[in-house]
């Protein structure tokens, strides 16, 4: 048998990485299932297969390097040519590999490379049909809760989609046997459906968490207030503390995104809105205030104490 460096097409210096490679591409090639009644083509993945599992034993390898044994494991002996002719016929076996392979196993990369095809037995089986691709638009609401979906697939199939409680923008769900028939004999490829989740007026998402900008009047601000709020599954009642900056944040317990363990909350940020007219009493009041009863609201980091 030649050297099998040469016989994979790499240098001595080869990484397993690269060995690997090189057996995937020759051997799609030369495997029997590709090339039937090609008697060459066999006796070329015999000599690919024996010099696949040669270089791929780290201690195997080392003893070739060293000259140790032949391209076929035999030991050297004085005045043997490890190239030359006379030595056992090269051989190939699907079965698992010992240890000091690492645990590599060649059913792995013939699964890889004819997909679902099987070894054995001189039977084979098609491999599935073609996944379908789609692109699924849900609202804010519907990704927070979850819940059915109908879509109409690229192939008009009708599918209802269980949308998942708290679905991202991006994530995929695989429907398995939905997506284009297969083979005869052979099952259908799945649905892969990417979920596009549409923004909100009102809401944003903060992990578990919805975000909602609350408008407030400066009397609600100042005196306090209970008033009603939006959340994903209805409106409630809020308690407006007295005397409450914008920016404030009040929890709303329970009214975020379902999780696995609970649920988040809903998070209220007050925003104190003025009123869109000049108010001559309120100008009044700001003006005396501001002359009786100042404060400060900026510290020495903002460079000044007013």
Do not use: C
Not at 77 to 100: E, V, Y
């Amino acid at each position: 048998m030649r050297d099998p460096y040469q016989v994979l097409g790499l240098t001595k210096g080869a990484s397993t990485a690269e060995i690997k490679k090189a057996y995937r591409t020759l051997a799609k090639k030369y495997h029997p299932d590709t090339s039937k009644d090609d008697d060459e083509a066999a006796q070329k993945f015999a000599e690919i297969s024996t010099a696949h599992d040669l270089l791929i034993d780290e201690e195997k390898r080392g003893r070739f390097d060293r000259g140790e044994i032949d391209a076929e494991g035999n030991p050297t002996h004085s005045g043997f040519n490890p190239f030359g002719s006379g030595g056992r016929g090269a051989r190939w076996s699907t079965q698992s590999s010992g240890p000091n392979q690492g645990g590599f196993n060649p059913d792995d990369i013939f699964s890889e490379i004819f997909g679902s095809m099987r070894q054995g037995g001189g039977r084979s089986r098609p491999a599935t049909g073609p996944d379908v691709n789609y692109q699924l638009k849900v609202t804010f609401v519907e990704a927070a809760k979850g819940g059915l979906k109908r879509v109409t697939m690229p192939n008009g199939k009708t599918l209802d989609v269980n949308i998942p409680a708290g679905v991202l923008d991006g994530q995929q769900i695989r429907l398995r046997g939905q997506g284009g028939a297969g083979p005869p004999g052979a099952p259908s490829g799945d649905a892969l459906i990417t979920i596009e989740v549409g923004t909100h007026p009102l809401f944003s998402r903060d992990g578990n968490d919805i975000r909602l900008e609350l408008p407030i009047t400066l009397y609600e601000a100042v005196l306090g207030a209970k008033i009603r709020v939006p959340t994903i599954s209805g409106s409630v009642g809020l308690k407006i503390p007295p005397n409450s900056s914008s920016g404030k944040t009040l929890r709303l317990n329970g009214k975020g995104v379902a999780g696995k363990d609970k649920a988040g909350d809903q998070l209220v940020v007050l925003r104190i809105v003025l009123p869109d007219d000049a108010d001559e009493a309120m100008t009044t009041l700001a003006e005396d205030m501001t002359e009786h009863r100042p404060y400060s609201v900026r510290g020495p980091q903002f460079g000044n104490n007013s």
